[in-house]
């Protein structure tokens, strides 16, 4: 069964750090563009950050450039989201998804506060 | 690229049609995709390719649309349908952008 399941979040300070990881099963991770999407409380979905399988090039949204950065553990099948200088506006639930274009695939996602 | 969806909260009765609209800021060509998210769980993909749907999604949806106007419709709505419904264009990736949400509610 295809699967993904995040871990890693939690309650952080201002200006913290977190790592977050999105266990793959039942497919390869590295043979696909993944993503890391989040979602604040009551709010809509927005786009975080991507990987690209062919390349492993990396992309971020404005919002998180220069603070986050996305890479893969191909021998953990797993996607890895680092954040640093977090912010409470980075308070969500992060969600990882796989491929590039829709996204068939999510994981239960794992919330991530900030606050002091 | 800016994704606005309409209306906000759609309230109907079970049986009823719902349509949905989502409105690109300039063209995304037929590269859309539909998602249904209930409180407490991940979205679900619905619907990509404007009017593809998603292994397992039931024929009461349907899409349509290209360039900035999409419209997901869902016939015969029933219980567990009342949910909030995202588009997303994915013509820029790896910039995905989503639609603030429609919410269909009883």
């Known amino acids: 069964e295809v699967q993904l399941v995040e871990s890693g979040g939690g309650l952080v300070k201002p200006g913290g750090s977190l790592r977050l990881s999105c266990a793959a099963s039942?497919?390869?991770?590295?043979?696909?563009?993944m993503n890391w999407v989040r979602q604040a409380p009551g709010k809509g979905l927005e786009w975080v950050s991507s990987?690209?399988?062919?390349?492993?090039?990396?992309y971020y949204a404005d919002s998180v450039k220069g603070r986050f950065t996305i890479s893969r553990d191909n021998a953990k099948n797993s996607l890895l989201l680092q954040m640093d200088g977090l912010r409470d506006e980075d308070t969500a639930v992060y969600y990882c998804a796989r491929d590039g274009n829709w996204l068939p695939v999510w994981g239960q996602g794992t919330l991530v506060t900030v606050s002091s | 690229i800016v994704m606005t969806q309409s209306p906000a909260t759609l309230s109907v009765s079970p049986g009823d049609r719902a349509t949905l609209s989502c409105r690109a800021s300039?063209?995304?060509?037929?590269?859309l995709a539909w998602y249904q998210q209930k409180p407490g769980q991940a979205p679900r993909l619905l619907m990509y390719g404007s009017s593809t749907r998603a292994t397992g999604i039931s024929a009461r949806f349907s899409g349509s649309g290209s360039g900035t106007e999409f419209t997901l419709t869902i016939s015969s709505l029933q219980s567990e349908d009342f949910a909030v419904y995202y588009c997303q264009q994915y013509n820029y990736w790896p910039q995905l952008t989503f639609g603030g949400g429609t919410k269909v509610e009883i």
């Open positions: 039942g497919f390869s991770l590295s043979s696909h563009n």
């Open positions: 990987i690209s399988s062919s390349t492993g090039f990396t």
């Open positions: 300039r063209s995304v060509s037929s590269n």
